[in-house]
């Protein structure tokens, strides 16, 4: 039901846009999130948009150069990367969650997609 796509090798200061497309649900009442996942760390969160109004937030690490938004008609949610650095490097999932309440936990979100590697080099 969701489907990542879009991440590849980049170099430090390089942009990435990352794409999750929604099928199967209504996603009206839902919130649409990114995480990310380094070797050997453990899941965390990097932004979420609610799917009607648009409203998003961003983890403090990406902020300001990572941006969240959607496309309704599509069912798509983006990730814009900019300015990547090394420390970036991960598997990036998509997640919806059945609330627009903000959630930073994994464990609060209720579908994931199958994640893509982003990797920045140095």
């Known amino acids: 039901q969701l489907q990542a796509s879009g991440g590849g090798l980049v170099q430090s200061g390089g942009s990435l846009r990352l794409t999750c497309t929604a099928s199967?649900?209504?996603?009206?009442?839902?919130?649409m999130g990114w995480f990310r996942q380094a070797p050997g760390k453990e899941r965390e969160f990097v932004a979420t948009i609610a799917w009607s109004a648009g409203a998003a937030y961003h983890a403090g690490a990406v902020k300001g150069r990572f941006t969240i938004s959607r496309d309704k008609a599509k069912k798509t949610v983006f990730l814009q990367m900019n300015n990547l650095k090394p420390e970036d490097t991960a598997v990036y999932y998509c997640?919806?969650?059945?609330?627009?309440?903000?959630?930073?936990?994994?464990?609060?979100?209720?579908?994931w997609g199958q994640g893509t590697q982003v990797t920045v080099s140095s």
């Open positions: 997640a919806a969650r059945q609330s627009i309440l903000l959630e930073f936990a994994p464990a609060g979100w209720d579908y």
């Open positions: 199967g649900r209504d996603f009206s009442r839902y919130s």
